[in-house]
C-alpha cells in the first residue's frame, strides 16, 4: 500500500488506476493501526492498487469525500466510489465486493 500526502497525487492515482482501494486512516485511532495489515493483505490477494491516507495529512481528502470517521475504506472503480464502509470493516464483506466489481471490469474489457 502506498501511503499519500497529496489531494492532487491521490486525485491523480483514483482516476489513473482501474481499481484502488483506499483506506482512510487517523493517527489518534488504535483501531486503525489494527485493521491496516488486514486491509492490505486483501488488496495483496486480490492484486489491486491501493492507497494509506491519513486524515491529519490530507484533510482535503476528508472534505472532498465526505470521510467523518476512521477507519474507512472506499474501493474506486474507474475513478468513482462504489463501496465505502466504516468502523467496523468485515474482511470478507470488502473481499467479496473488490471481486465483484473486478469480474464487472474484466466483462466490460
Known amino acids: 500500500m502506498q501511503k499519500y500526502k497529496s489531494y492532487e497525487v491521490i ?3 483514483i482516476n489513473e ?3 484502488l482501494l ?7 485511532c488504535p483501531v486503525c ?9 486483501i488488496a495483496i490477494n486480490q492484486g489491486i492498487n491501493s492507497a ?3 486524515i491529519e495529512d490530507v484533510p482535503e481528502f476528508s472534505g472532498q469525500h465526505s ?8 474501493l474506486f472503480v474507474s475513478g468513482k466510489e462504489v463501496f465505502r464502509k466504516s468502523r467496523f470493516i468485515i474482511d470478507q464483506e470488502l473481499e467479496e465486493e ?7 471490469e474484466l466483462y466490460n474489457l
Open 11 to 13: 486525485k491523480q492515482a
Open 17 to 19: 488506476n482501474k481499481l
Open 22 to 28: 483506499a483506506y482512510v486512516k487517523s493517527n489518534k
Open 33 to 41: 493501526d489494527v485493521i491496516l495489515p488486514k486491509i492490505e493483505t
Open 52 to 54: 494509506i491516507i491519513t
Open 67 to 74: 470521510v467523518f470517521t476512521a477507519p474507512t475504506v472506499i
Open 98 to 104: 473488490i471481486i465483484k466489481w473486478k469480474m464487472s
